[in-house]
């Protein structure tokens, strides 16, 4: 709401009621409560009582309401994220996250969006375990990257003809947004897959480690989002090619492997290109 195009008495009230609203609860009980001694002091005595609460006690009301509101939708947005870290401190940094960039979105469901970067950042600025940190951060980044999966709006899947050949390989391929390539060093997959249905709030330990980093990509099917294992160097190269023209990629690729390797990667560049087309990897070429 702007001044000016308001009556001046309801931009004012409007501008306290919204820093009511977005007043942090406090936590250092152990549990999320209201402050209403935080309020305006202004609102706090306008606020008038109902037949059991004071004014301040239905401000708190709507203060409380506000958080759990957010809460909610953020922790369905990581729903292996809040497992892994636990409910109660998954919702403090939620509420610092909310604190340093507020909603400004008429669409609630763009409330969790950035918030793999700051949970990311702030991980970082704790004294943690190196192990514990960087599961945290993969778990958030696998769980960002299904959401914009699953949210990407409809595009139609580019399909090169024969006569796109030439072109293609000083051009540059457009991933589409419905695909999303990853690695893991943990099985966060599996647990996420158990965890994403389940009612149960008990924080869960990290999942087994695997022997050797598994790569990965979700592509949004009509039924959902699905998951496909990738081979390493399938997976360095859809991040090539991503970042170079066709033909840089290939020959990047190609640098990086042994000899040995050298003489099958033509045929299996072809069969990951030929598969990453079919199921849709690309929205075009530039």
Known sequence: ???????????????????????????????????????????????????????????????????????????????????????????????????????????????????????????????????ERAAFIEAAEIDAAWRRVFLAPESTPFRPTPADAQRLLSGRLRPSMTVAVLSEHWRMLELRARVIDESDEATLPLPERHAKRHHFALVRRPAGVGELSLGAREARLFALLGAHPVAEALARLEAECKEGERAELPAMTQRWLARSVELGFWSGAD
């Open 1 to 131: 709401m702007t001044a000016g195009v308001v009556p001046p008495w309801l931009y004012v009230f409007q501008s306290r009621f919204t820093a009511m609203l977005r007043t942090p609860l406090d936590s250092s009980s152990g549990t999320f409560r209201p402050s209403p001694r935080r309020y305006d002091a202004e609102l706090r005595r306008g606020a008038l009582p109902s037949r059991t609460l004071s004014g301040e006690e239905r401000l708190a009301s709507y203060n409380t309401q506000y958080w759990l509101r957010l809460f909610g939708i953020v922790q369905s947005a990581f729903p292996l994220t809040v497992r892994l870290v636990g409910y109660f401190q998954f919702n403090r940094y939620v509420s610092r996250f909310l604190t340093e960039t507020p909603p400004r979105s008429w669409n609630i469901d763009r409330v969790p969006n950035g918030f793999e970067s700051f949970f990311a950042r702030v991980l970082t600025e704790e004294r943690r375990r190196p192990e």
